[in-house]
């Protein structure tokens, strides 16, 4: 079933690339991914018989709702935006005449990482009922308040920064209310804190491996495709306004600003 999983991943891709590839928004492939994986839950969780039932309905309810609710945002997005994302129109510029054929494999490098982090859950479901110990009612738990406190958080800091970029008349301002005066990207946070509940849970299975999902996240988020393009941006467009911004709010952990 993973490889068929595979392949559907790589035909939604593949059916977003035709999509950029006539309106040249590539801004899509967001969209796609997260869609991607969200379908790979709530397939698997349906269809894989391993685990326990308790664990497939926390997987394909917790896991789906979370994925379901991040591709509408993220397709919210797009729909809203009149041009590309500039991280894209980067792209399309550097790669001049080869860009059909570079966003094509990029297309199908992101149906791969819609593979690699939907592993944690594919593991999971995998375990069968011997697996899982007698911690298992606890740690669900746990693992639970954690994805709720991430889902709740996420959508208020996505929402915050929805409407704030609704109101025209915070054209060239930087949004700092709400969970924004905590931190400059709360909603980076909340999805880094999301990916903790699946080791935990995995511990009532000795699935240990699933604790460098956080570190991944946090390396993709710190140093690849987060903060350090979003501030870049920021800066380029708001200037002083964001550099003020940077010195009185934390990066990404939320904590009092400073005066």
């Not at 969209?31 to 790979?40: E, K, S, Y």
């Not at 903790?196 to 690849?224: C, K, N, R, S, T």
Request: proline share 3%; charged share 15%; with cysteine.
């Amino acid at each position: 079933m993973l490889w068929n999983l595979v392949i559907l991943n790589l035909a939604m891709m593949l059916i977003s690339w035709l999509i950029a590839t006539f309106n040249r928004r590539v801004g899509i492939v967001d969209v796609t991914w997260a869609f991607c994986i969200a379908v790979n839950v709530v397939l698997s969780a349906w269809l894989i018989e391993s685990a326990p039932v308790s664990i497939r309905i926390f997987i394909g309810v917790f896991s789906g709702a979370w994925f379901l609710r991040l591709s509408w945002h993220l397709l919210r997005r797009y729909l809203g935006e009149t041009e590309e994302d500039r991280r894209y129109a980067n792209m399309r510029q550097a790669m001049g005449k080869f860009q059909h054929i570079g966003f094509l494999l990029f297309f199908i490098f992101q149906a791969g990482l819609a593979w690699l982090f939907f592993l944690p859950m594919w593991l999971l479901l995998n375990a069968n009922e011997s697996q899982w110990s007698n911690w298992t009612g606890a740690l669900m738990l746990i693992a639970g308040a954690i994805m709720l406190i991430a889902f709740c958080g996420e959508v208020v800091a996505d929402q915050q920064l929805y409407r704030f970029k609704q109101d025209k008349h915070n054209h060239g301002k930087t949004m700092d209310q709400g969970l924004w005066r905590y931190s400059r990207h709360p909603n980076y946070f909340f999805e880094w804190l999301h990916w903790f509940a699946y080791p935990v849970l995995g511990l009532a299975a000795e699935q240990y491996v699933l604790w460098i999902y956080p570190a991944l996240m946090w390396l993709f988020l710190y140093y690849v495709t987060g903060i350090p393009f979003s501030e870049q941006q920021a800066l380029k467009n708001r200037g002083q306004n964001y550099r003020d911004y940077q010195q009185r709010t934390s990066m990404f952990i939320p904590r009092k600003p400073k005066q």
